[in-house]
T-cell receptor
Framework: EAGVTQSPTHLIKTRGQQATLRCSPI?????VYWYQQALGLGLQFLLW???????NRGNFPPRFSGRQFPNYSSELNVNALELEDSALYLC??????????FGSGTQLSVL | KQEVTQIPAALSVPEGENLVLNCSFT??????LQWFRQDPGKGLTSLLL?????REQTSGRLNASLDKSSGRSTLYIAASQPGDSATYLC?????????????FGGGTRLMVKP
């Protein structure tokens, strides 16, 4: 069974551009979570999608947004990129036993 | 606001040692606590999940305990091996289980020397 897959693995952008990150959950999982892991800040909750709806978001500005598609895959969009957005972005999905399964992440570098 | 602290931040031990990683949290009203492992530049692997009503969970050489009233959890690793070298993170889910909106600790970076 395939795990959580994320693409691209690495993404390089310049300040002010937009970035789109993609995530496919484990088959059968309907919830997708996005986390940011920035140097020195640790892992922080970004967004939670379930059944196509945004259920909650962490303490991030509105330029961080996303969506979940009917097949439960998800996109994270970051607009007007800033240098401090450079981080590893991790996507996770959860099954009925509430254990989180993480993808390998997208390393976003903003120059 | 929930805060999770992990001590020590880094640990280096010789192969074969038993070791304990500590995690503390400020708000005892949690739904569950999870321990993860992260290898450099990679995602997280779930190791153990303890529900708030449980005291401990075991998987192979790993044992995690939870004392909710005192806001503490420990991860015990028996007979450590070089392959155990990684960063270990604990995370708590809020009591209303608003999804897996986990609050993570800063992690303990473990190095097991052959």
């Amino acid at each position: 069974e395939a795990g959580v897959t994320q693409s691209p693995t690495h993404l390089i952008k310049t300040r002010g551009q937009q970035a789109t990150l993609r995530c496919s959950p484990i088959s059968g999982h309907t919830s997708v979570y996005w986390y940011q892991q920035a140097l020195g800040l640790g892992l922080q909750f970004l967004l939670w999608y379930d059944e196509g709806e945004e259920r909650n978001r962490g303490n991030f500005p509105p330029r961080f947004s996303g969506r979940q598609f009917p097949n439960y895959s998800s996109e994270l969009n970051v607009n007007a990129l800033e240098l401090e957005d450079s981080a590893l972005y991790l996507c996770a999905s959860a099954g009925t036993n509430e254990k989180l399964f993480f993808g390998s992440g997208t390393q976003l570098s903003v120059l | 606001k929930q805060e999770v602290t992990q001590i020590p931040a880094a640990l280096s031990v010789p192969e074969g040692e038993n070791l304990v990683l500590n995690c503390s949290f400020t708000d005892s009203a949690i739904y569950n606590l999870q321990w993860f492992r992260q290898d450099p530049g990679k995602g997280l692997t779930s190791l153990l999940l303890i529900q708030s009503s449980q005291r401990e969970q075991t998987s192979g050489r790993l044992n995690a305990s939870l004392d909710k009233s005192s806001g503490r959890s420990t991860l015990y690793i028996a007979a450590s091996q070089p392959g155990d070298s990684a960063t270990y993170l604990c995370a708590v889910a809020p009591h209303n289980n608003a999804g897996n909106m986990l609050t993570f600790g800063g992690g303990t970076r473990l190095m097991v020397k052959p």
